[in-house]
């Protein structure tokens, strides 16, 4: 576990409030289901949890509350503390106290004849039991599960060693028990840090702590009662800008349970003018009542920026030839390409066709066509979330008036001249300072152009004929085709990832980051074994930021390649928006003549 020096960070623990002065305190908090586990020999268990915590110091442990299992063959039953945890010829030996309990019901309450004070270095509370024998026979015998458990992340507390098969003592997340939870006991505490009112908040993620000059922002921040009493309402002092903003706001938070935690939205006011304001808040009554926390104020800053990065939303596309409504997707990438440009980036993931590469997809997909925006909002390729004609383009737009707290540039260039290997380099600019950065890279190569001459690379056309879609302006033409599109080219398709699944791949930026400092990085695509490279001329790096505690995609960017002249070789098209001859005068159409242009600022030959 992580040692911290405030009570409230520690394992999230709980404590309940059984009289004045004493607390339960474990992971369990009393409204958990319970399950079982276990070896599923005969053996004995020996259970602990190590109070390491700081702020325990000077409380004392007067016992220890105990989950049951139903295994009326169980004996041996002890409860115990110890400065370590020792084995004596494979027998646990405590050094400070050791109480033998006979259980009843499905809890047992074991007070120790002393409570023990707990020092600077901690103590280990424990329990023990003995299983004699097991019914092999019997798969739902209670004896061959008989430690009780919960579900829960917060592990790195508990230690277990059994006779047989743990003979060692190991910490909990090293062993095969990991999987199952957490043991459910409580540990009895009692001392003068318990308190009718108290409570903490806790104070917001870093990746939630930047705003636009002249906005206010609402952050909801959790709060966890340390007090016995509940909490219907609380008083907070705001301290932003050398401004002292006081507010009463009701909340709805249970007592009882020492650690109990809810939320409560705050606000924060506007600043006009751009930089890092510190923000303090300090929680200063409950019900009325004085808060007795020792952690009553929390402090983090904000970052108020003048300027955002642009955020390009992610699309990612999911089809196949053989789906005939995937029709409507195609139609989608096109019409977004068209009117977006460089600011689209789109990318078709195919299934059950010669463009296949994968079928573990960054996102969960069971039926096509598909789509997501930025992996966390799936939606129709075509209708978006309203089903209207083109409906993504909203879905689209909604996305990209997000803020990302990063720009994202990138440059793509032949490593060889042979043209087997590709370098992508990517540079990632903050908007603020992350000491924990959550963000990471990946990359993904696409291709245009790709077509076949097999019946497996025509597309199955569903709206072959379709009256109610022929005035569609973007599924319209799409009518018009035969059942089975013969000449069809596809453009956008993934051809060969970065990662596994196009997940984010760790190393790709630093653990902390500062606001403003460019990052860089490079990856190599090594082509030379890749049947779907048709026209090297027309594949499109793609670099995506990803947020790698959520999986969404916070900001991408698709180029082209560029020869070592500073000139792209990139094909020409009609979903250039701005296409210049050398003269400087417009051009138009897909038939251009050979040429030099500039195209979206940058110099393509064709």
């Not at 453009?491 to 860089?520: F, H």
Request: aromatic content about 10%; glycine content about 8%.
């Amino acid at each position: 576990m992580k040692k911290t020096l405030l009570f409230i960070f520690s394992l999230l623990f709980v404590c309940f409030a059984q009289a004045q002065n004493e607390l339960y305190f474990g992971v369990y908090t009393g409204a958990e289901t319970l399950e079982y586990c276990g070896t599923q020999k005969a053996e004995t268990y020996d259970l602990a949890i190590h109070l390491d915590d700081p702020s325990l110091v000077g409380m004392s442990v007067v016992g220890l509350r105990v989950p049951i299992v139903k295994a009326a063959n169980a004996t041996d039953y002890k409860a115990w503390l110890t400065k370590s945890l020792t084995l004596t010829s494979g027998k646990n030996t405590p050094d400070i106290a050791s109480v033998d309990f006979t259980p009843s019901g499905t809890w047992a309450n074991v007070t120790f004849d002393e409570p023990y004070v707990i020092t600077d270095e901690g103590v280990y509370v424990g329990y023990s039991l003995n299983i004699p024998s097991v019914d092999t026979d019997n798969d739902d015998d209670p004896a061959k599960k008989p430690l009780v458990y919960i579900k829960s992340s917060e592990q790195d507390n508990f230690y277990i060693h059994t006779a047989r098969t743990v003979r060692k003592w190991s910490n909990w997340t090293t062993t095969q028990f990991t999987y199952n939870g957490v043991p459910a006991m409580v540990v009895r505490l009692s001392g003068e840090k318990v308190k009718e009112y108290a409570a903490a908040m806790l104070p917001p993620d870093e990746i939630d702590t930047y705003v636009a000059t002249g906005k206010k922002v609402t952050l909801t921040l959790p709060i966890i009662n340390h007090g016995t009493k509940d909490i219907t309402n609380i008083d907070y002092d705001l301290h932003i800008g050398g401004e002292v903003i006081s507010r009463h706001v009701n909340v709805s938070l249970k007592g009882t349970y020492f650690g109990r935690r809810s939320t409560v939205k705050v606000e924060i006011p506007a600043q006009t003018e751009g930089g890092i304001y510190p923000v303090d808040i300090h929680l200063t009554k409950l019900n009325g009542q004085e808060n007795m926390d020792d952690n009553a104020t929390i402090s983090f800053s904000m970052a108020y920026l003048a300027e955002f990065p642009k955020h390009k939303p992610l699309m990612e596309e999911y089809t196949g030839t053989w789906c005939q409504w995937c029709v409507s997707g195609i139609a989608a990438m096109e019409a977004m390409n068209e009117l977006y440009g460089d600011d689209f980036v789109g990318i078709a993931f195919h299934n059950g066709d010669p463009m296949t590469i994968t079928e573990q997809y960054p996102n969960d997909v069971s039926s096509f066509p598909n789509a997501y925006l930025d992996r966390v909002q799936n939606v129709s390729p075509f209708g978006g979330s309203s089903g209207a004609s083109l409906g993504i383009q909203d879905d689209w737009k909604k996305r990209g008036a997000i803020i990302a707290p990063a720009s994202l540039t990138m440059e793509a260039h032949w490593a060889d001249e042979a043209k087997t290997k590709l370098d992508v380099t990517s540079t990632t600019t903050f908007v603020r300072d992350f000491s924990n950065n959550p963000y990471q890279l990946t990359y993904i190569l696409t291709a245009d152009g790709l077509k076949g001459n097999k019946k497996d690379w025509f597309q199955v056309n569903g709206y072959a004929g379709n009256e109610s879609a022929a005035s569609d302006q973007y599924l319209g033409p799409y009518t018009k085709l035969s059942g089975l599109i013969v000449n069809i080219e596809f453009n956008d398709v993934a051809i060969q990832l970065a990662s596994s699944r196009g997940l984010a791949m760790s190393g790709t930026l630093p653990a902390s980051v500062s606001g403003n400092v460019p990052y860089s990085h490079t990856y190599t695509f090594d082509i030379s074994e890749n049947t779907l490279v048709q026209d090297k001329t027309k594949l499109r790096p793609v670099a995506v930021l990803i947020n790698t505690l959520t999986g969404e995609v916070i900001n991408a960017e698709k180029v082209r390649i560029s020869d070592p002249s500073g000139i792209s070789s990139a094909s020409l098209d009609a979903r250039h928006a701005s296409t210049y001859d050398l003269s400087g005068r417009r051009v138009e159409g897909n038939s251009l003549p050979k040429g030099i242009y500039i195209v979206d600022g940058k110099k393509v030959v064709k």
